[in-house]
């Protein structure tokens, strides 16, 4: 069965591709192009937000139920046995807020995952 997709259409993606990378972000401003396409029929906040929700607060809650789990992994992991942990700095880290905090979680995170990639590597 074929299938057809308008936002994958020929026209529409030739414009897309058409648009100069340097009017992605004009003003500082991502999708600035779509935004004054449709600056009518959009919210002054919406035309000028420079952010918006994602996914942040849902790793943040799931760092936060299974932080003894991280600091569990980090403390006593591969990695720290190596040497390659500033463990006061990890400890420290480990006792942020989890939803005020900044972005270190991301890095207790990044941390954690080469921690578990490099016990897949163990025997």
């Known amino acids: 069965m074929s ?26 401003l991502n999708r600035s192009v779509a935004r004054r396409a449709f ?14 929700a994602g996914p942040d607060s849902y790793i ?15 403390m006593d992991g591969l990695l720290a046995r190596q040497g390659l942990l500033d463990l006061p700095a990890v400890e420290q880290a480990l006792g942020i807020d989890a939803y005020t905090g900044d972005s270190i979680i991301y890095r207790l995170l990044d941390l954690a995952e080469a921690e578990h990639w490099a016990r897949a590597w163990q025997d």
Not at 60 to 74: C, E, G, P, T, Y
């Open 60 to 74: 943040r809650a799931i760092f936060d139920r299974n932080r003894q789990a991280v600091r569990h992994s980090l």
């Open 3 to 28: 299938r057809f997709s308008p936002l994958m259409s020929q026209p529409l993606m030739e414009l897309c591709l058409a648009i100069p990378t340097w009017l992605w972000c004009e003003g500082g």
């Open 39 to 52: 600056a009518d029929a959009l919210p002054p906040s919406i035309l000028t937000r420079t952010a918006k």
